[in-house]
């Protein structure tokens, strides 16, 4: 080996040294993008994030672009500050410190969405819960919570702009899959890319049905706690994984 490809392996072994990304993560991350996009679960608007396969106190995640336009090209990697680890790294997410702040909190959370779907925002303005009214969003039975930004930071922006904001919103997310941001939308997480894809899914179309549920003015029939505990564990959201890029192939 020439002595300045021994230097370069010797500084690649040295922490916060870029190294190539894994292709099939960033391919997977790049999908859960317009799978998301096309099922109008994120506009121009929110992200999804996965924990880097290499580095546990890493993760992937979109340059500053709506996920319907990301590439791969576009997937960067963050440390656990959202701090960028390629030096030329393009202008990131503002909020990417949702994603940082509950990957520190939560390690077993492999996937973050952050979504601003427009029928899960009744849900954190009026007190009314958000809860299971069918089977495939029944781990909404472990519950709720809402984040009032004014309790973490007094009157903001409501953006999720700082460390300080972020660690409060994965407080209030505790150990719960989703949590609503008053005024401004939610967050879900997993254990993987695919069910993170799928509960983001499926929380959005559960918000819809109770909407239309409550609106029919009568009492409403939740999926009890035991039978939202024996829903939960599904396929994984593997079908709608697949459904979701057959969709997304068929558009190419
Ligand atoms: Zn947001």
Known sequence: MKPQM???AALSALPGWPQALNPAQVTELVLANHILAHEGV??????VSVRDARNPTHFLL?????????TAADILEYDLDSKPI????????????IHSEIYRARPDVMAVVHCHAPDLIPFSVTGIALRPVYHMAAFLGEGVPVFEIRDAGGVTDMLIRNPDLGHALAQTLGNKPAALMRGHGAVVVA?????VVGRAYYMNMNAHLQQQAL??????SYLETEEARKAAPQDGFERFWNYGKSQVDMRK
């Open 86 to 97: 390629r030096a030329d790294a393009p202008t990131g997410y503002t909020e990417r410190f």
């Open 6 to 8: 021994l230097v370069l």
């Open 62 to 70: 979109a340059s500053h672009l709506a996920a319907g336009v990301v």
């Open 42 to 47: 994120l506009d121009a608007y929110g992200h």
């Open 215 to 220: 609106l029919m003015g009568r009492p409403v």
């Open 191 to 195: 254990d993987s890319l695919h069910v």
